[in-house]
């Protein structure tokens, strides 16, 4: 009998399909959120030394700055679904000539680190925030008290909420399952300790940061 793709392997192949097309020029669309980049990497709080897991790492563009945190005794890995943008990535890490970065093109439920990590960032990784056995095997692999830093898009609130169908249109051209902007962060909150979470972007983004349970 013939096999359907489930639900999960039709979200990531749309999301695959996008950023195929996407690619090319992606490093030029992020201008606008360098800064909760930044502020993002800051919250894990690194030192050198330890490893850090950078969760839909795309073309790499949080490398650097993760490196610098942990220095060359540490570790940084990066996972990404997306062959395209993997791809980028590992140019980048190549030319760098960074030993210490090891990149896996793979879905975030099928990653395995040789090692467990002593922080998660998840930089604008909606689909796997939303997808319950992508967290199951990422937060597996992270050390008793790591730190978890997320930043992303959400609807906005108040005022501003008619500019809502915007930015579900925004996220659809990126993710696969662009939906579910409300609190895009409540399948993961609930499974760290000491969440806690910043707006960004005027109510349309946001910082979000906790620990794995010890």
Not at 88 to 115: G, I, K
Request: positive net charge; aromatic residues 8%.
């Amino acid at each position: 009998m013939p096999t359907h793709p489930s639900h999960e392997d039709s979200i990531r192949q749309r999301s695959i399909a996008k950023y195929a097309t996407r690619a090319a020029g992606y490093d030029a669309t992020t201008g606008p959120t360098a800064s909760i980049r930044a502020r993002t990497i800051a919250c894990l709080g690194l030192t050198p030394g330890q490893s850090v897991l950078d969760v839909g790492c795309g073309t790499g563009l949080s490398l650097a700055p993760l490196r610098e945190q942990v220095q060359a005794e540490g570790r940084v890995y990066g996972c990404d679904q997306s062959p395209h943008m993997l791809k980028l990535a590992c140019v980048r890490v190549e030319q760098a000539d960074w030993r210490n970065v090891t990149l896996f093109e793979t879905a975030a439920q099928d990653l395995r680190l040789p090692e467990p990590v002593d922080a998660l960032l998840f930089h604008y990784a909606h689909d796997i925030l939303r997808s319950q056995v992508a967290l199951d095997a990422l937060l597996a692999q992270a050390r008793p008290g790591a730190v978890v830093a997320v930043a992303g898009i959400k609807y906005f609130s108040g005022v501003l909420r008619p500019l809502n169908p915007w930015v579900y249109w925004k996220n659809s051209g990126y993710n696969g399952h662009p939906g579910e902007l409300r609190s895009p962060w409540d399948r993961l909150a609930p499974r760290l300790q000491g969440w806690s979470m910043t707006e960004t972007q005027w109510g349309m983004g946001y910082i979000g940061v906790g620990h794995v349970p010890k």
